[in-house]
Structures are given as structure tokens and as C-alpha cells.
């Protein structure tokens, strides 16, 4: 009978890549993948611990596991199970821990036996490459160039988790590129903590692998995941402005809109460097979005520190928002600052920033009426109607009985409710 694995995955693009070829490792050992929830020999959960909240669902997600495979076993591997493996232990019906480089050696610890977790928690250097797998289903791929991070922000945990930056190789990264491309993806986005430092760590410029990648024959579409606004170079972007390739659709993360407070986070830009990047990118590809990462209420952001950022998320155009109470970690330079914020306040704050940026979605989207573009179909929703997402990641439905998994086809767009699109097939954009 077939060993049967159920796999979850919280937290990062990164580690939805990790999960992805963890998985593929799985089948070529025989498992049969089922879906989390339902009984199964091995349950892997590769966990986050950005937040207060990731850390909640974290311990959630574990009990579920248990409960739906109580005679199997439940792996926690990841961030939380990498800082925070004590907790994890507590857990009921835990049999393996495994932390941020460990995970990827699962298959060495399976078959140990003990009646209390095994714990394996160790800091390493070595660069673990990771993909989007056809196992996953899904239709774009993942690829992960780069893992860790030299930075040292003061709200950051992440650095202790997954250790120093390390990278692919230029080589091994094109070589990987293509595979995904010759086994069927369509569109790869590259991902890591922090990609923009590929080149301090690698000696190879980010511009100079993206061009590599952009070269290959039989990539449709290609994206970057988020990208520091420091190393958001004008090399880079003159290599993305000449590809057809490239989609006009990207994430800078602001953080706070005061430069009092990027200062005190400890990040690498100010104010008017991060609007330099924006408007650079909205001069090279007119019809982008642009999505942002804000955190609220990090200590010490007064009154003015947060209608600064407000202000000026009103103002730049970014319409994708990613905003987040500021989460106190222990072991990072700002848990130990003055001027801690109350919880009431942070939310009130996340909720007037969500609330602008719903409205700017839905803005943006409207203004999409009656135009032409090209979209990446997933899958069938609820509804019936075949979903997927434009070239400027605006979601996109259309009521048709065929079946357009993961084929890129031209549309034209009829209608926007509430930031998300719909409309009818075309043979040929106009």
C-alpha cells in the first residue's frame, strides 16, 4: 500500500518554493501527496514565524495535524520550529522537529523511533535550492536564488532563522530555470529573504542572472518577489524594460513612511529613495502595480510618524498593500526600544491603512475597463467561472466551458467589482 504525505505551508513565497521540491522528494520515494486534513502517514508542516500571529496559526496547524493523522507522523520543520523547537516539543503528537536547513535531510530522520520529538536545529551555510515542483499544481513557479540575510532590521527575526545570505549560482540557477520551463511552467518568479543582495553574496549582479533567465527559450512570462528598494538598481531595470517577458508587476517594501522610523528599523533607504524607485518603475511600465510591505506601530511611531506613511501611501502608486501590526520578537534590536505601542492603536492603524488600500485596488482595477491583457489561468473558483491573474497580478475571472489551466490567453475586460476583473476571451489583443 502507498505511504501517503499531507504537506502545509505557511508564511513566504520562499517557502511555498521549499515545500515544492520537499514534496517531489516525497513521491520519488513513493508517497502519494493527499490534502492536508486528511489521514496520512507523514503530515510536513514547513512553518513561519515572522509574527505573533504566523506563530499562532503555527500552533494551530499542529494541532490539526494531529488530529486528522493521529497514528502518523507530524513533522514541523521551519522558522518557528527552528526559533522556537521548545514550544513545539510541548505539542502533542509531534514526532519530528526539524529547523530552517535541517528539513531539507527529513528523509535521514524519518525512521528514527523515539517516544519524545526529535529535535534537529543547526545553523548552516550551505545553500539549499528550491522550486516549484509539477506536484504542486500550481501554474507559476518559484524559484529560489538566494537564502538568509545580512541586515540586520530592528523588527526582524528572520536573519536568526534562516541564518547569513547565501545564494545559486548564475549556472545552477539557469540550469533549474529551464527545467521548470521544459516540464511545463509558463512563468517563474524568483524568490528569496532577500534577493537584491544576490550580488553581494554571490559576485554575480541580480541584472545579470535575470538577463540569463529572460533569454531562455520557452519562458512566457517572469517576475521578481519582493526587492529592497536599495538594491532596486538601474541596471536591473534596464535589463527587465527589455524583455517582453517581464511582467509589469512589482513588491518594494516601504515599511514606515518616516524616515525617523526607517531609521530606527534600521532600514537601508529613506523616504525620497524608496519614491525614486517608485517612480522609476511607473515611467518604465506605465500600467504596473506596485506592492508594498508596511508595518504599524513599530516603537516609537507617534501620531505624525503614521500619517507621514499614510500620507504617502495615499500619494506614491502602490496598489497592492501589505500591511501588518508591528509583532515584538524576542531577540531583535526593537524589542528592547521605548515607546511600544498599544495593541488598539496598531490595529486602528493596520485597519485605516487596509481600508486605502482596498480603495486603491479597486481603483486601479476599475481603470482596467476596457482594456486588453494577457492572463494566466489557474483554475475553476466556486462559482464555475475559470480564474487567474493578470500581467499586472489584478485578478481575473471568465465564464467559458473550457478548460484553461495554466494557458496563457488574451482578454479583454468588461467589468471590475471590488478589485478583482472580469471579462471574455479575445484571438488577438487590439
Known amino acids: 500500500m502507498d505511504k501517503k504525505v499531507a504537506l502545509h505551508t505557511l508564511g513566504c513565497r520562499l517557502n511555498f518554493s521549499e515545500t515544492g521540491s520537499i514534496a517531489q522528494d516525497f513521491v520519488d520515494r513513493g508517497y502519494s501527496i493527499v490534502p492536508f486534513g486528511e489521514k496520512a502517514d507523514v503530515v510536513f508542516i514547513n512553518t513561519c514565524t515572522v509574527t505573533d500571529g504566523a506563530d499562532s496559526t503555527c500552533r494551530n ?33 509531534v514526532d519530528l522537529i526539524l529547523g530552517t536547513s535541517e528539513k531539507y535531510k527529513v528523509f535521514d530522520y524519518l525512521k528514527e523511533e523515539s517516544k519524545t520529538p526529535i529535535i534537529k536545529i543547526k545553523k ?37 532563522a534562516r541564518g547569513r545570505s547565501r545564494t545559486i549560482s548564475l549556472e545552477n540557477a539557469v540550469a533549474r530555470a529551464k527545467d521548470l520551463v521544459h516540464k511545463g511552467f509558463k512563468e517563474i518568479v524568483l524568490t528569496g529573504v532577500n534577493i537584491g543582495e544576490y550580488e553581494a553574496t ?80 511607473k515611467e518604465a511600465f506605465p500600467s504596473c502595480a506596485i506592492g508594498a510591505d508596511i508595518i504599524l506601530g513599530h516603537p516609537g511611531e507617534d501620531t505624525e510618524d503614521f500619517n507621514d506613511t499614510y500620507q504617502l501611501l495615499k500619494d506614491l502608486p502602490i496598489t497592492h498593500f501589505h500591511a501588518f501590526p508591528y509583532s515584538k520578537r524576542q531577540g531583535t534590536t526593537a524589542s528592547n526600544l521605548p515607546g511600544h505601542i498599544s495593541g488598539e492603536i496598531k490595529k486602528d492603524r493596520v485597519s485605516l491603512v487596509n481600508n486605502l ?54 482578454v479583454f475586460i468588461e467589468e471590475a467589482s471590488n478589485g478583482a476583473l472580469s471579462g471574455k476571451l479575445v484571438d488577438t489583443l487590439i
Open 124 to 160: 548552516s551555510k550551505e545553500f539549499y535550492g528550491a522550486g516549484t515542483t509539477t506536484v504542486d499544481k500550481h501554474t507559476r513557479a518559484f524559484l529560489k536564488i538566494q537564502d538568509g540575510c545580512n541586515y540586520v532590521c530592528s523588527f526582524c527575526i528572520i536573519p536568526a
Open 61 to 93: 496547524i499542529i494541532r490539526k495535524a494531529n488530529k486528522s493523522s493521529p497514528d502518523g507522523k507530524v513533522v514541523v520543520v521551519g522558522c518557528y520550529a527552528q526559533m522556537e523547537s521548545g514550544k513545539v516539543a510541548e505539542m502533542e503528537g
Open 202 to 281: 554571490s559576485g554575480t549582479s541580480l541584472a545579470s542572472l535575470v538577463k540569463e533567465i529572460l533569454n531562455i527559450e520557452g519562458l512566457e512570462r517572469f517576475r521578481l518577489s519582493s526587492v529592497e528598494p536599495n538594491t532596486f538598481t538601474d541596471e536591473l531595470l534596464e535589463v527587465l524594460k527589455s524583455s517582453p517577458k517581464v511582467l509589469d508587476h512589482f513588491h518594494v517594501p516601504l515599511q514606515s513612511g518616516s524616515d525617523t522610523i526607517l531609521k530606527s528599523m534600521r532600514r537601508k533607504y529613506d523616504v525620497q529613495q524608496y519614491k525614486s524607485v517608485i517612480f522609476k518603475l
Open 357 to 410: 488600500g482596498n480603495q486603491k485596488l479597486i481603483s486601479f482595477s476599475e481603470a482596467m475597463v476596457g482594456k486588453f491583457n494577457e492572463v494566466l489561468f489557474e483554475r475553476r473558483n466556486k462559482e464555475g467561472l475559470f480564474e487567474g491573474y493578470t500581467s499586472n497580478f489584478v485578478r481575473f475571472a471568465v465564464d467559458t466551458e473550457e478548460d484553461l489551466s495554466n494557458q496563457i490567453r488574451k
